[in-house]
């Protein structure tokens, strides 16, 4: 007779196995940004949008789930946020997304060239019905983290 404690381990073990198996070759997401877009600006903040670029180093679809992400200008800390990239990469593909941000600084602070550093992480779903399964249930959540850096123009509005 199993007792509950050997049920769950013998689960465990099962689940171990199946993540050890099959989909262990899958390497993560990469990412870069390939541009910076003013989206709107008043005399407190502006909005910019971040274009990322996603590639898919594999031969299996990669949906991806969701991006947390903080962005930094001139080092300090401006805006985190939270978003769904809403796509799929499909094989040895890429896909441009863009991750929004407002900068609540008064527009007369900004001029110039200013660094910027776009930190997150990226959820998403490593391919197979098993994996769709272990992500649902919040047990196997695959990550892939970007750390990438780039410069404003604040003066150009229509810069890429």
Do not use: W
Not at 77 to 98: A, D, I, K, M, N
């Amino acid at each position: 007779m199993r007792t509950p404690i050997l049920s769950a381990l013998i689960a465990v073990l099962i689940i171990s196995m199946a993540l050890s198996t099959g989909c262990s070759n899958i390497k993560s997401p990469r990412f870069e940004t390939v541009g910076v877009r003013e989206i709107e600006h008043t005399q407190e903040r502006t909005v910019y949008a971040f274009s990322v670029k996603a590639t898919n180093p594999n031969r299996e679809p990669i949906p991806l789930k969701q991006v947390a992400y903080t962005v930094s200008i001139d080092n300090q800390h401006v805006f985190s946020g939270v978003r769904s990239p809403e796509t799929t990469l499909h094989t040895y593909g890429e896909h441009t997304f863009e991750l929004p941000a407002v900068f609540e600084v008064p527009r007369s602070q900004l001029s110039g060239i200013i660094d910027y550093k776009l930190v997150g992480t990226t959820k998403y779903l490593k391919p197979g019905k098993l994996q769709e399964v272990l992500y649902e249930s919040r047990i196997s959540v695959p990550k892939a983290g970007f750390n990438l850096r780039g410069k404003i123009d604040v003066d150009d509005p229509d810069q890429d």
